[in-house]
């Protein structure tokens, strides 16, 4: 299982990664919009496992639950936001 901040770490990276690689060229969504809908997918399923979601609400609490919602979307957002800038950069040039 892992950490917390393991989790944070991924979903800020991946976000960061895909922010650069969208601004730079929009086909990078073709990657980054499945990615970020797995990464939300494997944290429903995550919680939703009969034994293994209740053990991990029961141990760690809503922070594991929040770190993992949270990692993705922070994915999200580096989908969202480097298609803005990849917009405004073709808009400005």
């Known amino acids: ?47 939703r496992q009969p034994y293994i979601g209740p053990a991990i609400i029961k141990e760690q609490g809503t922070p594991y639950v929040l770190a993992l919602y949270g990692s993705a979307t922070l994915v999200t957002l580096g989908v969202m936001l480097g298609n803005y800038l990849n917009k405004l950069r073709f808009r400005n040039a």
Do not use: E
């Not at 990664?17 to 990657?31: E, P, Q």
């Open 1 to 47: 299982m892992a950490t917390q901040s393991s989790l944070w770490f991924c979903g800020a990276f991946v976000g960061v990664f895909l922010v650069l690689g969208i601004r730079w060229s929009k086909w990078v969504n073709f990657i980054g919009v499945p990615l970020a809908v797995l990464f939300f997918y494997f944290a429903w399923d995550t919680l």
